[in-house]
């Protein structure tokens, strides 16, 4: 009995250490299980964010350009109903795709509990976790092709949109380009006969014209009546100097100046052998028996330059020497009054081109002038206001030669001129806004498919401005424009010169600003739902 007692509690014995090793293996089984869940779990938790983070880079740059295009048509009562329910039909998918990867993130987290049960079911749970990661993957990138097509869907209908809208208004026919080209040959001609009739004179020397103004900007507001826009620059001749004087405090917002021009002594050319007096050592009775006049007795009021006395002098060098022109056998030529310009038009029976002349003096090595185009309707022929006209040429070509070929941000322009027309917004202004937005957005954003958008911005644009009362000029004090455009130091430098001040000043003038702009929007929205 001892005996077998004492087996019987060896026994026990062995079955308890078998016992105690069969629980340690089976611990260190699911911790081993749960270390290999836990890894499985934060990978696919870092699979899922990486996901989630690609499917919202892309819902929010389709949500900013939605939200955009949603507050352009409220602007013009429902005319992008169709983009604005594209916009809402994207976001109830961009709803249902978040609410699946909620729920498939709860199946993960459970099924994750349920795999630290059992290890020797892991690897079988491992595979069909892969297959369901497979799956949801490929599921989410047939989203990802489905709002893919979605947008290339919208660019179509936003395309055939424009193309609507383009075909419910009439365009010009005149081709600018062959204008411009025409226009520069002719002054060319004259350039040529201008350099033989004043070589030995004592007015001014003319240089080549630049092709300034709408025409050579590629736009026109009006389709009959185009106007060809030549300045020409002006040196002093020999024996004289210019001086530009800046006008009175009460004209420098407006920086008009003055042209003074002062006798040089010659001296020394003339002891050079050169065929001319000193105008300041020889006396006046000399230099009336042989010398020409001095500028200052021709074309000057007192010690300035006159505005009036140089219109008239350009109109009869012009009438002078067409009938040395080629053109003057195919082409009939028809001068009208000068006042501050020469301006002709020239007609063969089948064309027409209007030209008009200005002139002007080049404030240093820069792209701004003081010319004779008036800024306002009564100016005195001593006054020269500063004109932007050549910067403001080459920014054009700088974007035209940056622009797709199918770009419409000139068309955008001629549009919206001819639309004011009547209403009390100057053509300026409204080239004004168009000039600060195309340095705002990309070239690339002016196509047919973003025709209205375009629109629907130059519109807000101007009611902000006038609320605002406030247009900064383009130019001036703008230090980012393109490389090739220059300026002299204090006008890169001034402080921006409002072109709506007198809004601020007439509180009567604001309103019917704000009225004109009423009636702007109404005609646009007409337009833009075809209505008559």
Known sequence: MEVRAKLQEEEKIRLEREVEQLVLVKQGALAWGDLLCSAWQHWQLWALAGLLLLLLAQWYMWRKGSLRREEQGEGHDGVNEEEVENVDAYEEDVGNEDEGDSDMEEEEDDSDDGRAEDVDNAAANEERDAANEVGNEAANAANVNDVGSQVEEYRDGADNFGRIIMERIQWPVRDLQEGCMWTRRLME???????????????????????????????????????????????????????????????????????????????????????????????????????????????CTGSYL??????????????????????????????????????????????????????????????????????????????????????????????????????????????????????????????????????????????????????????????????????????????????GIHLPPEVLMARSCNLFHHLVMDPVAHSQAMSQYVDLHHWLKRILKNEQ
Not at 204 to 227: C, H, K, M, T, Y
Not at 255 to 283: A, D, K, Y
Not at 347 to 372: A, C, K, P, W
Request: proline content about 6%; aromatic content about 12%; overall charge positive.
């Open 189 to 299: 001609h004259f350039a040529i006969y201008f350099r033989r009739v004043l070589s030995n004179s004592f007015y001014p020397v003319l240089q080549g014209a630049i092709g300034v103004g709408s025409a050579f900007e590629g736009w026109s507001p009006r389709e009959q009546d185009v106007v060809y826009q030549v300045l020409i620059p002006m040196t002093p001749p020999r024996g004289h100097s210019f001086h530009l004087e800046l006008g009175t405090a009460g004209q420098r917002r407006l920086r008009n100046f003055h042209i003074r021009v002062q006798q040089e002594c010659t001296c020394t050319s003339e002891r050079q052998g050169e065929n001319m007096l000193c105008f300041l050592h020889h006396p006046e009775e000399e230099l009336r028996r042989h010398q020409d006049p001095s500028l200052l007795h021709t074309l």
């Open 306 to 483: 006159d505005v009036g006395k140089i219109a008239r002098w350009f109109y009869q060098l012009v009438r002078a020497i067409w009938p040395a022109l080629l053109e003057s056998h195919h082409w009939h030529l028809v001068l009208l009054p000068p006042r501050r310009s020469c301006q002709f038009k020239v007609t063969n029976g089948r064309e027409s081109y209007r030209i008009e002349m200005l002139f002007g003096v080049r404030q240093g090595n820069s792209d701004v002038f003081v010319s004779s185009q008036p800024r306002q309707a009564h100016t005195s022929s001593i006054i020269w206001p500063e004109s932007y006209a050549v910067a403001e040429m080459k920014f054009f070509r700088y974007i035209a030669r940056r622009a797709p070929p199918d770009s419409l941000h000139l068309k955008c322009l001629q549009f919206f001129t001819r639309l004011q027309l009547g209403l009390g917004f100057s053509t300026y202004t409204i080239k004004t806004i168009v000039m600060h937005l195309l340095s705002i957005l990309p070239v690339s954003q002016w196509r047919r498919r973003h025709f209205v958008r375009r629109l629907m911005d130059i519109s807000e644009s101007l009611r902000a401005c006038v609320e605002m009362r406030r247009l900064n000029h383009f130019i001036v004090g703008n230090q980012r424009l393109p490389e």
